[in-house]
């Protein structure tokens, strides 16, 4: 089939989450035999109003790409070049991949009476804690009513957790389904590591408060402290880089290599074999208020990788990385307990070995990109038969 895939203010290609997201689908669809176009922006932020009425277009792995680069914000101002775009392409669905100030693809999907895919990867109704949603409750709730309706109108939403979609909306039209990792790229180190080397340690992420970076710099310091025989890598960057920074100060086996291509990743994460995804919702109200949404890429990839990973005991992670399975699970926000499941792995490569080999078995099985895709062909398939009716 022919879809128009409308990821408005994600850089594509890219190296957010977002970015790699969207890549990652619309590759695999192609992949499925699909002719795939995107709409994205060539860097987040960036207004180039010529590329409003005039997409600047690139071929990239099978996937064509339109960009139309007008900020995040002001998504919606493109709807008259993404509705032109969907007449000439002439799509048989479009995915749109949400956000509170988008919607362009669904309301060209309504006027051209095309059948629409949702993608939703946060919570669209934010929590009374969130400045969006005491701004939106002063002005009336035109927010939440834009969002309720861009949900009424999909004929089906596919997210990681139902909790983000609201109360009212058709569950049968929502598909839960996981992010993943792209196993044929992310794959364990050949030939694997010398088990009688000292183990090295990744955490990769955002640093954020609850992306647990500075939790991961404790526990590293408390590891160190102790004489254990392992050195830590950190990569990304963030709000809190700079103090992660600090707080690792004087301790030579931590290292900072900052944000790095996506195209990097599967090379950086070969070289560690344990990964660690401290994350701590306490630091997110949205978390809170519809639990963990989120389909963290590390982790996946970790698990692709071979690493055996460590992470926090909180739904869904728990059901990605079971305990003393693929790995250990630690309470969210304990410092101690997550070095000292640090300490246990670095003591026992046998038993290291043995959970990265479950983890890689386990997101081939459940939790690739390739899986991903074929579930979304499936869904797509379906609503474009229904419309055809």
């Known amino acids: ?15 957010l989450g977002g970015s790699t997201h969207t890549y990652e689908v619309a590759r695999g669809l192609a992949q499925r035999g ?19 009425w005039r997409p600047a277009i690139l ?15 002001a998504s919606l101002i493109t709807v008259l070049p993404i509705l032109r775009l969907a007449r000439a392409i002439q799509p048989d669905v479009i ?54 309706r861009q949900c009424r109108w999909a004929d089906a939403i596919v997210t990681p957790l139902h909790t983000t979609v609201p109360a009212g909306i058709d569950r049968t039209r929502i598909h839960e389904h996981p992010w993943g990792a792209d196993v044929d790229r992310f794959v364990p180190a050949n030939p694997p590591h010398d088990p009688t080397l000292p183990p090295t340690i990744i955490f990769i992420g955002s640093f954020r408060a609850w992306h ?22 950190f990569v990304g960057a963030g709000p809190q880089l700079d103090e992660a920074q600090a707080l690792a100060a004087g301790y030579p086996g931590i290292t900072f290599r900052g944000a790095l291509p996506y195209a990097d990743m599967p090379a950086v994460i070969q070289s560690a074999d344990i990964g660690i995804a401290p994350f701590d919702t306490s630091a997110h109200p949205a978390l809170q208020a519809a639990g963990f949404y989120w389909s963290p890429l590390k982790i996946h990839e970790y698990m692709a990788c071979g690493l055996a990973v460590i992470t926090s005991a909180i739904t869904p992670l728990d059901r990605i990385v079971r305990h003393q399975s693929e790995g250990l699970l630690v309470p969210e926000g304990d410092v101690t307990a997550l070095a000292d499941a640090i300490t246990t792995l670095v003591a026992d490569p046998v038993t290291r070995a ?33 419309h055809t009716r």
């Open 1 to 15: 089939m022919k879809i128009l895939y409308v990821a408005s203010g994600i850089p594509v290609p890219g190296n």
């Open 212 to 233: 647990g970076a500075g939790h991961g710099v404790a526990a590293a310091r408390r590891v160190l402290d102790a004489g254990v025989a392992c050195r830590f890598v």
């Open 34 to 52: 699909h002719e795939v176009h995107v709409v994205a922006v060539t860097r987040e932020g960036r207004t180039q109003l010529k590329h409003l």
């Open 354 to 386: 043995q959970y990265g080999a479950a983890a890689r078995a386990r997101v081939v099985a459940a939790y690739s990109w390739q899986q991903h895709c074929a579930d979304l062909e499936a869904i797509l398939t379906t609503i474009q038969a229904q």
């Open 59 to 73: 071929q990239w792995d099978g996937v064509t790409i339109h960009h139309i680069d007008i900020p995040k914000i």
């Open 95 to 148: 995915i749109e991949r949400y956000y509170n100030f988008a919607g362009a693809g669904m309301i060209a999907a309504r006027v051209l009476r095309i059948p629409t895919l949702l993608e939703v990867n946060a919570l669209i109704i934010d929590p009374h804690s969130e400045r969006k949603r005491r701004l939106d409750d002063r002005l009336g709730g035109p927010m939440r009513r834009w969002a309720t």
